[in-house]
């Protein structure tokens, strides 16, 4: 499968809203609600944020949102923090025990 | 809490077989509701799904991989496996093991392990 389209970069001052966009198609975000976000500092391991397109796990702040439209998938961090900056990845189920995962997004705090 | 470790040859050389084991503490691997899963990274670029295992034994791998991966499970230890066999140096990478829900859902990762294909 092709890998699901990111924006490479996002950018918000503190306080502003950033969304990044998870684009595939009907074969994966559009025919599934299974697109989990993870976010990633530079040396760490991956972090779980967002999963079934909207649910938050415990721990995660709420300035964290997620949703979909049709084959494309959406995080929007509210409220920007210094701590948000960090690369942002999807992935989504596609059927078959297949999954996709997104190209990565580097979100930067100005 | 759950912790993952990965422990392996940070070298291999093109042609082998790279061998990762991941040594879960803090939970049982025999979870019914967990999968375990390889993910990996390499440098500078995206994460990629390479496979996972239930605790019995069942694995599900990612098409690319299918030829040359084996995932294995070792309930008596609390460990998971890892051999990819042909390496080339496409296949140097940060390597995590993690825990996953249904749908691949990752609510925990290994620290990361680099793996290096070079002779």
């Known amino acids: 499968q092709s890998a699901l389209t990111q924006p490479p970069s996002a950018s918000g001052s503190p306080g502003q809203s950033v969304t990044i966009s998870c684009t595939g198609s009907?074969?994966?975000?559009?025919?599934?609600?299974?697109v989990s976000w993870y976010q990633q500092h530079p040396g760490k391991a991956p972090k779980l944020m967002i999963y079934e397109v909207s649910q938050r796990p415990s721990g995660v702040p709420d300035r964290f949102s997620g949703s979909k439209s049709g084959n494309t998938a959406s995080l929007t961090v509210s409220g920007l923090q210094a701590e948000d900056e960090a690369e942002y990845y999807c992935i989504s189920y596609a059927g078959g025990n297949n999954y996709v995962f997104g190209t990565g997004t580097r979100v930067t705090v100005l | 809490q759950l912790q993952l470790q990965e422990s392996g040859p940070g070298l291999v050389k093109p042609s082998e077989t790279l061998s990762l084991t991941c040594t879960v503490s803090?939970?049982?691997?025999?979870?019914?509701?967990?999968?375990w899963a390889w993910i990996r990274q390499p440098p500078g670029k995206g994460l990629e799904w390479i496979g996972s295992?239930?605790?019995?034994?069942?694995?599900y791998y990612n098409s690319p991989f299918k030829s040359r991966v084996t995932i294995s499970v070792d309930t008596s230890k609390n460990q998971f496996s890892v051999k990819v066999s042909s390496v080339t140096a496409a296949d140097t990478a940060v390597y995590y093991c993690?825990?996953?829900?249904?749908?691949?859902?990752?609510?925990?990762w290994g620290q990361g392990t680099l793996v290096i294909v070079s002779s």
């Open positions: 009907s074969s994966d975000v559009g025919g599934y609600n299974h």
């Open positions: 993690t825990r996953t829900g249904s749908y691949l859902v990752i609510d925990s």
């Open positions: 295992i239930y605790y019995s034994g069942n694995t």
């Open positions: 803090g939970g049982s691997i025999s979870s019914s509701s967990h999968y």
